[in-house]
T-cell receptor, first 112, second 112 residues
């Protein structure tokens, strides 16, 4: 019973490098989300996908792109990493938009 | 605007009851949630309540909703060391059912 799986769990990048964070869910959920979590800031929504084939910006989309590859998978790409993107990134999914979200264990990303 | 507020810290003695409080701004919220985050882990959906309910009980957890005051609480009976975590309150605003608004989290510390 995997739920939401994120890879990698940890990553260190140099400024300017690119990287794609992967997320997959096995619950047949329609909606998927990417958040970042920073100390004192709580969770902030980066992008979300209400259903397969659609993506929308969240609260902090600058510097990121997403791809909803299929119903199961939703990836987050950093094209040119910056130190301000050092954070813990969480992927989540829900059966429909606005319904309870289920989270992965996170990717801890450091940009040097 | 949309906002969810909760106190940042709570200390409780082992065996006592913990009560974590939250206030929200959207009186038309459809769902209200409590999530638990243990160190180094993702957010775990603990429980949620529909806006047409006043109370929900699940083993040691009791959720109370006061719609008039826009106040949500989570009571943990017989608090154990394993309950030490950050607890996030969240809501789905009725007019924005595509996303969940999270509070910044309450860190629950268990005293021996």
């Amino acid at each position: 019973n995997a739920g939401v799986t994120q890879t990698p769990k940890f990553q260190v990048l140099k400024t300017g490098q690119s990287m794609t964070l992967q997320c997959a869910q096995d619950m047949n959920h329609n909606s998927m989300y990417w958040y970042r979590q920073d100390p004192g800031m709580g969770l902030r929504l980066i992008y979300y996908s209400a259903s397969e084939g659609t993506t929308d910006k969240g609260e902090v989309p600058n510097g990121y792109n997403v791809s909803r590859l299929n119903k199961r998978e939703f990836s987050l790409r950093l094209e040119s990493a910056a130190p301000s993107q050092t954070s813990v990134y969480f992927c989540a999914s829900s059966e429909m938009s606005g319904q309870p979200q289920h989270f992965g264990d996170g990717t801890r990303l450091s940009i040097l | 605007g949309e906002d969810v507020e909760q106190s940042l810290f709570l200390s409780v003695r082992e065996g006592d009851s913990s009560v974590i409080n939250c206030t929200y701004t959207d009186s038309s919220s459809t769902y209200l949630y409590w999530y638990k985050q243990e160190p180094g882990a993702g957010l775990q959906l603990l429980t949620y309540i529909f806006s047409n309910m006043d109370m929900k009980q699940d083993q040691r957890l009791t959720v109370l909703l006061n719609k008039k005051d826009k106040h949500l609480s989570l009571r943990i009976a017989d608090t154990q060391t394993g309950d030490s975590a950050i607890y996030f309150c969240a809501e789905t605003p009725w007019r924005r059912d595509d996303k969940i608004i999270f509070g910044k989290g309450t860190r629950l510390h268990i005293l021996p």
